[in-house]
């Protein structure tokens, strides 16, 4: 099992930045890929971006050019840097953690991030 603790949302101005922080801990080798998704009010959990165990990354195409995943492996810590942020980036993010064999697919608890003047 991997145990996922999300942290770094907050309430900041339209055009500002973020960095949210997963910690990572239990059966890490294992994972395949990393992400992070959110969740705004009515609306669907959805991908934001994410990282395979070699690297490779993608992002939503409404994030592109603004967010920046990244990992920390001695801190066991995955990254998410906003910039230029926007209202419409209001929502929950959740670090999400996924193997094939064994099965994982663990959630952190989420973290809110509002954008707004």
């Known amino acids: 099992q991997v145990q996922l603790v999300d942290s770094g949302g907050d309430l900041v101005q339209p055009g500002g930045s973020l960095r949210l922080s997963c910690a990572a801990s239990?059966?890490?080798?294992?994972?395949?890929?990393m992400g992070w998704y959110r969740q705004a009010p009515g609306k669907q959990r959805e991908l934001v971006a994410r990282m395979t165990n070699s690297g490779i990354t993608n992002y939503a195409d409404s994030v592109k050019g603004r967010f920046t995943i990244s990992r920390d492996n001695a801190k066991n810590t995955l990254y998410l840097q906003m910039n230029s942020l926007k209202p419409e980036d209001t929502a929950v993010y959740y670090c999400?953690?996924?193997?094939?064999?064994?099965?994982?697919?663990?959630w952190g608890q989420g973290t809110q991030v509002t954008v707004s003047s």
């Open positions: 239990g059966s890490i080798s294992r994972i395949n890929v």
């Open positions: 999400n953690a996924f193997a094939v064999n064994p099965r994982i697919n663990s």
